[in-house]
């Protein structure tokens, strides 16, 4: 399938009015590049594992329409076939109308380009290559170790999917550090919103006993079956629940209380607030409670509604802006 490119160079100022109005011509879904710095609520929310750099902020942004291309050069725009450049006149019609109202348009030039699925499939691979976490080499499929001087005592293999999870982001690396403190071979291990399943399955590859993953999104299934498989983890070993273990009393039956030697959450402040007291029942006594995900300035509060369940903080660590908080039943 082929689909035609419709770009708008413009300003970061027009972005959200110019995305807006050109719905009223049948284009959504824009994809929007700028070199805008993410706030620290955004990466909080975004919590994104592979962020390419953005470099300055210049101010100019380009916004990104694609429409599905017919067989005879036309493009379709709901559902009906229209000219190429019809479509792109419509689109300066719509820039011009904004410049009576907002003087941030910039350029608002429109260019035209053609991609096919292939190159959206495959783009993104320029941003995830093999990287190390300590002495554990995460790479991809397409990639061959590229250092073979160093040897790594574990080797992970992964190709970023439809699930979270690649192991690149600071976070994650923050709880395998951890996990690899307790883990013993008769661990058993809970991962809360496990998305791509790395931490269980790397604790599963670095000996733990067996482990359990709730997570609310279907894609997790089919994703932690593939890394088992590429990884040679006996699938046995792992079982998947989907739901939420904050509220939903039949997944909190399926896990079990006082069943865990690690209860590991990578998840975000506002989730692991309230899935503490949860994740303190499901916790035998010596467990430990590892927790990430946490932007500098919010791990006291973790810390907090970890201490009103009963938990001894263990440590707070840090890599970059983000926090690790641990916390053990006595």
Known sequence: ?????????????????????????????????????LTAAEKEQMFVDILPESGEDDGTAMLSFYLEETEDGKVLVDG???????VRQAMLDVIAQCRQFCDEIGEGTVTIGETEDVDWINNWKEYFHQFWIDDILVIPSWEKQEDEARTPALTFHIDPG????????ET????IREIRKYLTPDTVMLDVGTGSGILSILALMLGIR?????????????????????????????KV???????????????????????AANILPDVLLP????????????????????????????????????LQIVSITAQGEWRCVVGKKM
Not at 4 to 24: G, Y
Not at 81 to 86: F, L, R
């Open 162 to 169: 439809t699930a979270f999870g690649t192991g690149m982001h």
């Open 210 to 238: 067996s482990a359990v993953g709730t997570d609310l999104d279907p894609c997790t299934i089919p994703a932690i079956a593939d890394n088992l498989r590429t990884n040679g983890v006996d699938e046995r070993r792992m």
């Open 275 to 310: 899935l503490t007291p949860q994740a303190v029942r499901c916790m035998k006594p010596g467990a430990v409670y590892i927790t990430s995900g946490i932007l500098e300035g919010r791990e006291e509060s973790v810390a907090q509604a970890m201490r009103d369940e009963g």
């Open 80 to 86: 009906a076939a229209q000219d190429p450049e019809q």
């Open 241 to 263: 629940i989907l739901g939420n273990l904050i509220d939903d009393p039949a997944v909190q039956e399926q896990v079990g209380e006082g069943c865990y030697d690690i209860v």
């Open 172 to 175: 994650t690396q923050l709880c």
């Open 1 to 37: 399938m082929k689909w035609m490119r419709f770009r708008v160079r413009t300003r970061t100022a027009a972005e959200d009015i110019l995305v807006s109005m050109m719905q009223d011509i049948g284009l959504y879904g824009a994809q929007i590049e700028d070199h805008v710095p």
